[in-house]
């Protein structure tokens, strides 16, 4: 029997969430087939069986943090192997399949033990089989359990995994429950309507629980990452903050004639662009805001690699552009787009988190009009860009409707001073009243 150990998944982390079983003990896998999902704290990793066999034992429960090093769950090898009884040391296989997860239209549908005590045979990697993305049916039969088991109640269900242990602590089926997430997922709002009695679930008459009025979440995943960094970035880099307020409306009519250009028409264009755009350049005039901080020394940073921060079903994430003062208008729009959208989709790397130089945090769409951002750690400026909307502005003399936005700077105060602060402010709102300097 071998025993798999959870692994460093290439990441530099200690530890993980798991998310997911995709297998029952008893089950027959395959090498390299998915046995589980976990969550670390950058993404949502697959994790393959390296050797062939029957899973023995699953050592860790769905929502526990498993460190790396635990025991994760044993394979008796069966398939052409050399196992024996007494071989039932703990391996850290190397991860032959991990990664962030994907949609892949052929992987394989999980298997359950079958209800007649037969013995296993050794399934054909579907891998040799191209052709196949699913087994038929009959050759799958899935008979539902008199009881639910753990890992059919979780199945298959997209769900952050607080989520998951709040429902396994009331004795809820996640199948049963309606998701309303963004992208489908059960959310704790889910659960606690069919706590409430709000929604009907077939799992409701099952608990024995009365109505909660509070309820406790482990701190785990993304949320932990985020909690330690802004503690960190709090408590050892005093921060210096300043506001500018910002005629924009030129940078409105600026984004409506880039919609129409026809080089814009397949990538979405924003009032980001121009701020980022903006900050790009500002960071260069002021290489203080762009900096790092390390005791006895900083370094100015004569490149930009631009984080955006992005609000994920998982938690706060901070992808950045590499290189971003290298790349024209058009390139930045794409790289918004796409980088914010692989976050979304839980696919951000974990190259695409580190060696940030500064960072913008749109909080416009939240309907905030400006906001005292914490810096990352390991960076010197971060740029909060709220709601641009219309006021009342003096223009010659005359007060006139325009598009307004206030900036909000949060700056290393053993680096910057508010000469530096109101510089980089001023670069980044001259552009905003007039992105014709974009091209200048």
């Known amino acids: 029997m071998k025993i798999f150990t959870l692994p460093d998944v290439g990441e530099g982390l200690t530890e993980a969430d798991l998310v997911n079983w995709l297998v029952d003990v008893g089950d027959t896998v395959t090498v390299n087939q998915v046995v589980a999902e976990i969550e670390t704290a950058k993404s949502l990793v697959e994790i393959p069986s390296p050797w062939a066999g029957t899973v023995k034992e699953l050592y860790v429960q769905v929502g526990d943090t498993v460190n790396v090093g635990d025991n994760f769950f044993a394979i008796q090898i069966t398939a052409g192997g050399t196992d024996n009884d007494d071989d039932d040391a703990p391996v850290q296989a190397p991860l032959v399949g991990s990664g962030p997860k994907e949609d892949t239209p052929g992987r394989r549908r999980r298997r359950r033990k079958p209800a007649a005590a037969a013995p296993a045979e050794v399934e054909t990697p579907v891998e040799n089989h191209p052709e196949v993305t699913e087994a038929p049916e009959e050759l799958e039969p899935e008979p539902a359990p008199a009881t639910p088991q753990k890992s059919d109640l979780f199945a298959k269900v997209l769900a952050k995994p607080p989520v998951r242990k709040l429902a396994k602590d009331h004795g809820l089926d996640l199948t049963t429950i309606t998701p309303t997430g963004q992208h489908g997922e059960v959310t704790r709002d889910d659960v606690r309507a069919v706590l409430d ?244």
Do not use: C
């Open 197 to 440: 009695g709000a929604v009907s679930s077939a799992a409701a008459s099952q608990s024995h629980t009365t109505k909660a009025t509070s309820e406790t979440i482990p701190v785990t995943g993304v949320r932990k990452a985020t909690a330690k960094a802004v503690t960190e970035s709090y408590t050892t880099a005093p921060h210096i903050t300043a506001y500018r307020q910002v005629d924009a409306t030129r940078t409105m009519e600026y984004i409506q004639r880039l919609k129409q250009h026809p080089r814009f028409t397949d990538v979405r264009v924003s009032p980001l662009l121009v701020v980022a755009m903006a900050v790009t350049q500002a960071a260069l005039n002021t290489p203080e805001t762009n900096a790092t901080w390390h005791g006895d020394s900083y370094t100015l940073h004569h490149h930009v690699n631009l984080g955006i921060a992005a609000a994920t079903p998982r938690g706060l994430l901070v992808p950045n552009i590499k290189d971003a003062h290298n790349l024209n208008q058009l390139e930045m729009a794409q790289a918004i787009q796409e980088l914010t959208q692989r976050a979304r989709d839980g696919k951000t790397q974990p190259a695409e988190l580190a060696d940030g130089t500064i960072t913008i945090t749109s909080v416009g769409p939240l309907g905030i009009d400006t906001a005292a951002p914490i810096i990352n750690p390991g960076q010197s400026g971060i740029l909060a860009f709220g709601t641009i909307k219309q006021q009342p502005w003096v223009v010659d003399g005359k007060i006139e409707p325009r598009w307004v936005t206030t900036l909000g700077g949060a700056f290393d105060h053993r680096i910057v001073d508010g000469a530096e602060a109101g510089a980089f402010l001023a670069d980044v709102a001259a552009i905003l009243e007039e992105p014709a300097l974009l091209i200048s």
